[in-house]
């Protein structure tokens, strides 16, 4: 399975420019073609613009070593999961911009990467978890082209060695973005989101969860999530995100 490390340059510090090699993260579409476009058009940091980005990187140094981490063990309480972590301050650092780009900027690459990142620096799951993005609506994956809750889990699963199950749970269609609605409202939305796919039973009954998506805000994203996956009951149910903006 492809796995990246997070190398340093053996340059000597002193000499370094703000930007030393941080391998890139992605198993997507990196092949003759993309390494050539690599060359002509040198990539810069999503994050903070600086470029060139050496080959094959996917933001530079600087920003990995600005990316704030949170402390605690777990995100806010939620007695619908067993433990509930967000791995990056939202507000701080680089963090803000990387998800921006990730989620709207057709960069699923980033999402991997930052999976990864995450994976290497907190401890996985119980043994024998499968971890469970949370959808988007059809739409918008037709839209995007892809769930960035879906490639965050693939980076964090490709360290962690556990599976991921993207058909578990279906997104209903809703007429309003989540993050469009104030508090009350989107706790209100959210409660009705989520329903079983087809086979869920099947692929999931009596196994670990744990819920991965990109950003938590209320909590009632995952809340949702937790709701409909009782039916199933996991014998632990958790929840992981890249970043926390309370
Ligand atoms: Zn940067």
Excluded at 75 to 83: A, F
Excluded at 87 to 96: E, M, Q, S
Excluded at 155 to 160: K, P, T
Excluded at 214 to 237: E, H, I
């Amino acid at each position: 399975m492809y796995r990246i490390s997070f190398t340093r340059s053996q340059q000597n510090p002193d000499q370094m420019s703000a930007v030393r090699p941080v391998a890139r993260g992605s198993d997507w579409g990196h092949g003759a073609l993309q390494s050539a476009l690599d060359v002509l058009l040198p990539a810069s940091c999503p994050a903070c613009g600086h470029r060139p980005l050496p080959v094959g990187n996917v933001w530079c140094t600087r920003c990995d070593d600005g990316l704030p981490w949170r402390p605690q063990a777990a995100g806010p309480p939620s007695v619908l999961l067993d433990s509930l972590r967000a791995a990056l301050d939202f507000r701080a650092g680089p963090t803000r911009t990387l998800l921006h780009h990730l989620k709207y900027r057709n960069r699923p690459e980033l999402a991997y990467a930052l999976g990864q990142r995450c994976a290497e620096r907190f401890p996985g799951p119980p043994e024998g978890s499968i971890l469970l993005p949370v959808p988007i609506t059809n739409p918008k994956k037709r839209q995007r082209g892809y769930n960035q809750a879906e490639r965050f889990a693939a980076g964090l699963a490709s360290v962690w060695e556990c599976p991921v199950e993207e058909h578990v749970l279906v997104r209903r269609i809703q007429h309003q973005s989540l993050t469009e609605l104030d508090r009350a409202a989107r706790l209100r939305e959210a409660r009705n989101a989520f329903v079983l796919a087809d086979g869920a039973r099947n692929r999931c009954s009596g196994r670990s969860l744990v819920l991965v998506d990109d950003t938590l805000t209320t909590g009632a994203t995952l809340g949702a999530c937790a709701v409909a996956l009782a039916a199933l009951r996991p014998p632990f149910l958790g929840g992981f995100c890249a970043a926390w903006a309370p």
